[in-house]
């Protein structure tokens, strides 16, 4: 049956604490939703699940007592009907696809930016409004209208002068090297700046996905390195 348009509850679940506070406080600075809950386990999500009506999970799929696929298998055999957008540094191919199986709408990788959220919420909320006053499809269209409602439209998310295509890259070198790079060994191979090496190590960093150590190689100011964490 649909339902009418109002607020929508969000569960947060996740156990970086940096990386919670700061999803809660993107959800809560995009209309139309609000925050009943932040967690960091999974034995605490499935609670807040019972306690609240939950609209809407934002899961990350690694968390310390239990893989987010399990929690969401736990969801739907308890009979909880909330929509799942998982946010997330999992990567697996296998993750994703068992993710989708499970119902998740959405699958967010970090690092974002607040803008990838936030397109992510409206697309959702859009989904949700299409819902109102309809209890049946009368055509193909509109069903595929009404699915398709809740990818956001593809738009620039990351700081100005940055690209998804060469973040992909930056991050699948570092994962890829096992020891740290510094940035002109990242430049070097992947055919970029040094400067524009840096700035897209220093994202990650600051999105909490690589880290920074000192290499020090005889005399002389120590070079930095980046190792991915993620």
């Known amino acids: 049956m649909a339902e009418p348009a109002r607020t929508l509850a969000v569960l947060v679940v996740e156990d970086e604490p940096v990386a919670a506070e700061a999803h809660t406080a993107y959800v809560r600075r995009v209309p139309g939703f609000e925050v009943v809950a932040t967690v960091a386990t999974s034995q605490d999500a499935l609670k807040a699940l019972r306690e609240h009506a939950v609209d809407l999970v934002l899961l990350d799929m690694n968390l310390p007592d239990r893989h987010g696929l399990d929690i969401l298998r736990a969801m739907r055999a308890n009979g909880h009907r909330a929509d799942v957008i998982a946010v997330t540094s999992a990567r697996d191919l296998e993750v994703v696809r068992s993710a ?22 409206e697309a ?13 499809l009368g055509t193909q269209a509109e069903v595929d209208e009404l699915l398709a409602g809740v990818r956001p439209q593809a738009g620039a998310t990351l700081p100005k002068g940055m690209g998804e295509e060469l973040l992909g890259r930056v991050s699948r070198a570092l994962r890829e090297a096992g020891a740290g790079r510094s940035a002109s060994e990242l430049a070097d191979q992947l055919g970029v700046s040094r400067v524009t090496a840096r700035r897209y190590a220093e994202y990650l960093c600051d999105a909490r996905l690589a880290g920074r150590t000192s290499r020090y190689a005889g005399a002389g100011r120590p070079e930095v390195e980046y190792r991915w964490i993620g």
């Open 124 to 136: 959702y909320r859009a989904f949700r409004l299409q819902l109102v006053g309809e209890e049946q």
């Open 100 to 121: 989708a199986s499970l119902g998740v709408v959405q699958y967010v990788l970090k690092p974002f930016a607040f803008a990838t959220l936030r397109d992510r919420l």
